[in-house]
């Protein structure tokens, strides 16, 4: 029997290094997926629609909020994020377990509407070691970047909200903490239910064997 996925949201604050986590995941742990998200943010150099984001334009967006296409939407910095609910709850009925790279305020939306979901906060080690990552990998000006290092203060706030909280300090322990996190999530018995045991004969063998003892 293939058991249901899980649903892990990964938040924290722009450039803690979401997104590598959630690549390595999906390439390296099987029945893994990234849900990709829309925005009416225009694309960044390189950047793909389909890949990274869908990108939309807002009157489509809007469309899709009143259509109720969204399991989870926020406006940060000005632009309109949204996750779609259709593939995201077939992937997961179909045992692919599926990471959502959002917001906290996209988190707790997910919280209030999709019982089961994992969270996970990732944190940088210091806000100087952020701010010199946002710096380095040149995508902000000076004002985008002071922006995002005041909102990360405000992110961080919310990490007791969390299951689980990743200290990404070095990335290869922080790829083996969420690695670790969705494969013992996926053990859980509350996932696995009664039903998996029943159409694997553990149940109805390991009855027998409390008769007969």
């Known amino acids: 029997m293939t058991c249901n996925g899980v649903l892990v949201v990964v938040s924290g604050p722009s450039g803690v290094g979401k997104s590598t986590l959630c690549n390595y995941i999906v ?5 893994t997926m990234l849900s990709v998200s829309c ?3 225009p694309p960044r150099s390189g950047e793909r629609t389909g890949v990274e984001y869908r990108f939309v334009e807002a009157a489509q967006f809007r469309t899709m909020l ?4 969204f399991i989870e939407w926020a406006e940060v910095y000005g632009y309109a994020y949204g996750t779609p609910k259709r593939p995201l709850v077939e992937a997961i009925h179909s045992g692919v377990s599926v990471l959502l790279d959002i917001d906290t305020q996209g988190a707790k939306q997910i919280m209030e509407r999709f019982a089961g979901a994992v969270l996970v906060f990732v944190a940088p ?3 100087d070691v952020l701010k010199q990552r946002l710096y380095s990998r040149a995508l902000d000006g000076q004002k985008d970047i002071q922006r995002r290092l005041r909102r990360a203060s405000e992110e ?11 200290r990404n300090a070095d990335l290869s322990r ?3 903490a969420l690695e670790s996190i969705i494969l013992a999530e996926r053990l859980r018995v509350s996932r696995l239910g009664a039903s998996w ?4 004969g553990l149940l109805e ?3 027998m064997n409390e008769i007969t003892t």
């Open 197 to 200: 045991l029943e159409d694997s």
């Open 125 to 127: 080690p210091s806000l």
């Open 156 to 166: 961080i706030a919310h990490c007791k909200d969390y299951h689980y909280l990743i």
């Open 174 to 176: 922080a790829v083996k």
């Open 205 to 207: 063998q390991t009855t």
């Open 27 to 31: 390439e390296h742990v099987p029945q």
């Open 66 to 69: 009143e259509d109720d296409e």
């Open 39 to 41: 925005t009416t943010r």
